[in-house]
């Protein structure tokens, strides 16, 4: 969520009403748009950082006869404001998903052909990130620079190889948002760091961010004034000799203030014990909203966790079974939180969470099995009496994937304790999928939408 909009946590209607009265404000800005495609287009993309003439082209488009793309735009436009707690939120996130798995082949065409369709992202309606490598031509680059929206790139390549004095000059970098560099070089992260002026968004992946040598030039990078304006950091590093590198970035990083990041995503190597601990233990972890933890987390991990209480959003992977109890008791503190996505939780933990206070108010709740079998697989009759406890009755959204999904989904359909569910996520490859939609709709949900 971007935290620039002062109206975050006002509930959808009243945004409704600040937002019209920014587009009667800006009546005249806007007034120069044709009335076709090209003027809200060309009023898009130079400023997009704007809703206004997002949403005014949505209106256009219902008038055209194209209210799907007129309902992605708002929708996400309303998603980048929204909290997490808010239920409306989760059927905004169902209707983009729905409307991109429909369309986003089709919308995708707005985007230059040599653009790879592979890893498209849509935000607030349109086109928002790309991959892409290095070398590419002057021309392409004051493409993105001028005449498009996107605002995040994701760089797979050799540093070495890019013209930098034409990316300087094509327009591209100070609307750049979010920069994610993959298999990166200390050089890279530090030129894309002192070069996005108004970077929100960093993610790194596999990155080498130091070579020997160079500590003091991995804290420059970590205490640069760009870094000032985060919103959310992201950071993955699985083994090798970049770990190590990693681990001192994520150090130096912890040891400044970062006052509007609200996001952290970690995968870092089971090489290293508490791994997470620096970041998580820096002065602004107290204000973070949404943390991600894609590896198994230890016990001291969790209590650093637990005393989060600004946290809504939380996806990590338990440790060991014998475990879990533990583990859940440590997040009990976490009374707020309104989504939730647990990986690999067994009979124990599921015991555990069904009595703790971490459900009060939760609207979304994922449990992931391990769909590869090295671990017990989920246990149908552990998550059945979770639901029959009643303690997930405000539940709006509840995902469960795994071997046994098919099994526990017909038993759902048969509960009296899901008063508030709405929204129910079928795993891919799911065979029965189609039966399975058919039980759940004709079993007492009949607001139910799946997906």
């Known amino acids: 969520m971007r935290s620039l909009y002062p109206a975050i946590g006002l509930a959808s209607t009243v945004f409704s009403e600040i937002m019209h009265l920014k587009m009667a404000r800006k009546s005249i800005r806007i007034s120069f748009m044709k009335d076709d495609k090209s003027g809200f287009w060309k009023s898009i993309c130079a400023d997009p950082d704007d809703d206004v003439p997002r949403l005014v082209f949505a209106d256009y488009l219902d008038e055209q006869g194209q209210p799907e793309r007129a309902e992605l735009i708002r929708a996400q436009c309303d998603l980048e404001i929204l909290p997490w707690s808010d239920p409306q939120r989760l059927d905004l996130e169902m209707t983009s998903r729905r409307l991109l798995q429909e369309h986003q082949a089709e919308w995708n065409h707005e985007l230059p052909k040599w653009i790879s369709q592979k890893n498209v ?53 100070p609307r750049l948002r979010t920069i994610h560099l993959v298999h990166e070089t200390f050089e890279g992260v530090q030129w894309h760091v002192q070069n996005l002026p108004d970077m929100r968004e960093l993610n790194l992946s596999f990155s080498e961010i130091k070579r020997t040598g160079h500590s003091d030039s991995v804290s420059a990078i970590a205490w640069s004034p760009a ?16 770990i190590h590198a990693t681990l001192e970035f994520c150090e130096r990083l912890a040891e400044r203030d970062l006052p509007e990041l609200r996001s952290l995503s970690m995968l870092l190597s089971p ?37 989060l209480t600004q946290l809504q959003s939380l996806a990590l992977c338990l440790a060991s079974d014998s475990e879990q109890s533990e583990a859940i008791s440590e997040l009990a503190s976490l009374t707020g939180l309104a989504r939730l996505s647990i990986q690999e939780l067994h009979d124990q933990g599921i015991a555990r969470l069904q009595a703790s206070p971490l459900l009060d108010h939760l609207i979304d709740l994922e449990i ?9 697989e989920l246990s149908c009759s552990a998550i059945l009496r979770l639901i029959e406890s009643g303690a997930l009755s405000n539940l709006v959204r509840l995902s469960i994937t795994g071997r046994t999904t098919g099994q526990i989904i017909e038993e759902i359909a048969k ?37």
């Open 121 to 173: 992202q849509f935000r607030r309606g349109f086109p928002y990130a790309i991959s892409t490598d290095f070398n590419i031509p002057t021309s392409h680059a004051q493409v993105l620079g001028h005449q498009s929206v996107v605002q995040s790139i994701r760089y797979e390549g050799n540093f070495q190889r890019v013209d930098r004095a034409m990316l300087e000059t094509s327009g591209l970098l």
């Open 227 to 242: 870094l000032s304006g985060l919103t959310r950091f992201g950071v993955l590093s699985y083994g090798g000799g970049g």
């Open 271 to 307: 090489e290293t014990t508490d791994r997470e601990s620096p970041l998580l233990n820096s002065s602004f972890a107290r204000q973070i909203e949404e943390l991600e933890l894609f590896d198994s987390v230890s016990l001291s991990e969790l209590q650093t966790v637990g005393s």
């Open 368 to 376: 992931r099995g391990d769909l590869f079998g090295y671990s017990p």
């Open 415 to 451: 509960t009296k304790q899901l008063p508030k569910l709405r929204h129910l996520i079928f795993p891919r490859g799911t065979q029965t999928k189609r039966d399975l939609e058919t039980i759940v709709q004709s079993a007492g949900f009949p607001n139910l939408r799946t997906l």
